[in-house]
């Protein structure tokens, strides 16, 4: 099993910035994809970025420009540094670990473990 712990959601205001990170530990290895998916009310769980284990990363076309994925292999973690953030990036976002990596990166079903999820608020 791998547990996933997210930080760094919060509250801002819109054109401002968050960084989100997520801890895995347990039974994680390093050439596992990790990403992010987003869930807004009423609307389902949307693909937001990936990262392989050598780094190349993978966007979706709402964040692209704006929100940047990042990892550290040695500390089992992923960042998701987001910059100009608008009214329509609430949501509660989730750090997601899929151990197969030419599954594609934008369904919740080829994701075998996810975190619990941290609240992103943006005001206009």
């Known amino acids: 099993q791998v547990q996933l712990v997210e930080s760094g959601g919060g509250s801002v205001q819109a054109g401002g910035s968050l960084r989100l990170s997520c801890q895995a530990s347990?039974?994680?290895?390093?050439?596992?994809?990790m990403g992010w998916f987003r869930q807004a009310p009423g609307k389902e769980r949307e693909f937001v970025a990936a990262i392989t284990w050598n780094s190349q990363t993978h966007l979706n076309d709402p964040v692209k420009g704006r929100f940047t994925i990042s990892r550290d292999n040695a500390k089992k973690m992923v960042d998701l540094q987001m910059n100009s953030l608008q009214p329509e990036d609430t949501a509660v976002y989730y750090c997601?670990?899929?151990?197969?990596?030419?599954?594609?990166?934008?369904?919740?079903?080829?994701?075998?473990?996810w975190g619990q999820g941290t609240q992103v608020t943006v005001s206009s």
């Open positions: 997601a670990v899929k151990t197969i990596e030419w599954y594609s990166d934008y369904y919740t079903e080829n994701y075998e473990y």
């Open positions: 347990g039974a994680f290895r390093s050439d596992y994809v």
